[in-house]
């Protein structure tokens, strides 16, 4: 870069201009005192005579230029480490001297043109419809050909296997009320004991699957099964199956489509517990909510042993809508039901699939996705997939219609 000097600056020999812009200083006269803290120094040489030395007037006028001269290069300098420091970080030239701003974080919340299904209205207040325990009774609240709110939406094998099977409670509880079309929860028996165990259970994803490894064993203690003639329950529900580890593998879509509805069968996903859990239904297609006696964390055994669910867990403590409790088949969360204090999700307020789109807090970071919900209320769970299904681990995609009850 070429710099070129000050206009005024003059080499020895020049004559002296006159500057107008600056005042000029007093001359210093021999005897006289220099000049006091505050007033323009300038060299001093011996004073040989009372006239101005025409070297003295060449060294300020150099001085002055010196100055000026340092003060160009600095800018000049200043100037060329910005220009670096903008080239070194992308950018041919600085746009300001003020440092550039930080690039947009990236939202987890997807474009609204692209969140599907029912979505969650988090300002409403959904209430608490079944605060007093008294829910409905599901018996034979299944479909074939469409899905549709409120029921089970079953693959056509399935449902014959519903239409021939025996459920497995024998005898109607005394809970149920007001002509069997409902069922106090808060009278309902359970299996007793407090049996605990030593779960193996791991939950890892790589960008496409999720990989749930489990021996089904639960986190919480389970009752005593098969279920003890001692056991009050075993008046109404003689499940003979005993509790044994399983080796299950679940590896589920992690990035599931939502798509329209397609059936189920008996089992529909698997719980962070480590547990099974299937659709509200018994072998015969009765509310097994209602009618099979289950043990204090609402889970029992079918005939190869496996543990599951068929309602919400009563030993799941969080069950926030936002978090996640368990995922269905076809990759998607299952959640809890509640909103906030007193305002908890039902049937009534999901989809066809028991389902709804919100913010959901999916491998640590909250993402708006479409979910299934745990209810209190018959279906309790996934009623439909949105997305495809994988085969359930350890068993045949339909149970077996010679199976007993569970």
């Not at 120094?41 to 070297?55: I, T």
């Amino acid at each position: 870069m070429d710099i070129k000097p000050p206009s005024d600056m003059s080499e020895p020999n020049d004559a002296p201009k006159p500057e107008t812009s600056m005042p000029t200083s007093p001359e210093i006269k021999p005897g006289q005192d220099a000049p006091q803290p505050g007033q323009e120094q300038k060299p001093q040489n011996p004073v040989v005579d009372s006239k101005p030395d025409p070297l003295d007037i060449h060294e300020a006028k150099n001085t002055k230029s010196m100055k000026k001269l340092g003060i160009m290069t600095a800018i000049i300098v200043v100037a060329i480490v910005a220009a670096a420091y903008f080239i070194s970080h992308g950018s041919s030239k600085p746009e300001s001297s003020s440092t550039p701003p930080p690039a947009p974080v990236a939202k987890t919340t997807p474009p609204a043109s692209t969140v599907k299904g029912l979505q969650l209205d988090t300002k409403k207040n959904y209430g608490n419809k079944y605060a007093n325990g008294i829910l409905p009774v599901g018996d034979g609240k299944y479909v074939t050909d469409t899905a549709k709110q409120g029921y089970v939406y079953v693959c056509s094998q399935y449902a014959q296997n519903l239409k021939t099977s025996q459920g497995g409670a024998g005898v109607r509880g005394p809970w149920f009320v007001n002509n069997n079309t409902q069922y106090d929860l808060n009278k309902k028996a359970h299996v007793q004991g407090g049996v605990n165990w030593t779960p193996s259970f791991s939950n890892t994803e790589n960008g496409t699957t999720r990989t749930i490894v489990t021996n089904d064993l639960p986190n919480h203690t389970t009752g005593v099964f098969p279920i003890s003639a001692s056991d009050p329950a075993y008046a109404y529900d003689r499940n003979p199956n005993s509790i044994k580890a399983q080796s299950l593998t679940y590896a589920l879509s992690d990035k599931p489509t939502y798509g329209n509805p397609t059936c189920v069968g008996g089992e529909v996903g698997v719980m962070l517990t480590g547990v099974a859990l299937f659709n509200g239904f018994d072998a015969g297609g009765r509310d097994a909510g209602a009618w099979e006696v289950q043990d204090s964390c609402s889970g029992h055994p079918q005939v190869s042993g496996e543990y599951h669910y068929h309602t919400l867990s009563s030993c799941i403590k969080n069950i926030g809508v936002d978090t996640v409790i368990g995922y269905a088949l076809d990759g998607f969360p299952i959640t809890g039901p509640q909103v906030g204090a007193n305002n908890i999700l039902s049937t009534s307020d999901l989809d066809e699939c028991h389902g709804i789109t919100s913010d959901v807090v999916v491998n640590g970071k909250k993402t708006t996705t479409y979910h299934y919900v745990m209810t209190q209320d018959f279906p309790y769970s996934v009623s439909c997939f949105r997305s495809s299904a994988i085969q359930p681990p350890g068993q045949q995609a339909q149970p077996p219609a010679q199976q007993p009850g569970r």
